[in-house]
């Protein structure tokens, strides 16, 4: 069955980066994309980007885009995203999400990671 | 970018009741690309409906989605103990892709 797998909670304290990978399995990885999404305590879903498992193109939400960097291991059909320069508003749910778009996405999300707790306190 | 308002914030229910959430978009979304996800307590969103009324793999025929344009629907025809649960609504026709902020769905 098709998974994704998160690593574990982290704890940073501001201004420092946060670095989560997300091992997928269960499906062919270069033919789908993987989007990231996170969700603050008590608060709706926010999408970060997107990138394509086929060639590594991204798409990021302005909002973060200056500060996040998502890339892929297509050898180990695993995804990274690494937050750069944290305040206490990136404190949230870091979840990887398999995308049907390996062109051109973020489209709809299915299935979901198990999500990453990322706690920035000083 | 597009905001999604969905309504109600809460809505109590019994179970065996009909239940109908509403998705109501800032413009028009693209190609009716629009889902529906439903996430419990300590869980991780499950993707119910995309492109507006497609159920997913797996979900049960008592949930099914209608609307376009910029006013969009999720029915749960009769609700089960395991309904009972946040539902955000996503745009994905334009990015940035926006989620509304839920619908919580409670027991009565």
């Known amino acids: 069955q098709v998974q994704l797998v998160q690593s574990g909670a982290e704890v940073k304290k501001p201004g420092a980066s946060v670095k989560v990978s997300c091992k997928t399995s269960?499906?062919?990885?270069?033919?789908?994309?993987v989007s990231w999404v996170r969700q603050a305590p008590g608060q709706g879903l926010e999408w970060m980007g997107w990138?394509?498992?086929?060639?590594?193109?991204?798409n990021y939400a302005q909002k973060v885009q200056d500060r996040v960097t998502m890339t892929t291991d297509t050898s180990t059909s695993t995804a990274y995203i690494e937050v750069r320069s944290l305040t206490s508003d990136d404190t949230a749910v870091y979840y990887c999400v398999r995308d049907p778009r390996v062109i051109g996405g973020p489209n709809y999300f299915d299935p979901w990671g198990q999500g990453t707790l990322v706690i920035v306190s000083s | 970018e597009i905001v999604l308002t969905q309504s109600p914030g809460t809505l109590s229910l019994s179970p065996g009741e009909r239940a109908t959430l509403s998705c109501r978009a800032s413009q028009s979304v693209s190609s009716n690309k629009l889902a529906w996800y439903q996430q419990k307590p300590g869980q991780a969103p499950r993707l119910l409906i995309y492109g507006a009324s497609s159920r997913a793999t797996g979900i049960p025929d008592r949930f099914s989605g209608s609307g376009s344009g910029t006013d969009f629907t999720l029915t749960i025809s009769r609700l089960e103990p395991e309904d009972f649960a946040v539902y955000s609504c996503q745009q994905y026709g334009s990015s940035p892709s926006t989620f509304g902020q839920g619908t919580k769905v409670e027991i009565k």
């Open positions: 990138i394509s498992g086929y060639n590594g193109d991204t």
């Open positions: 269960g499906y062919t990885f270069t033919s789908f994309g």
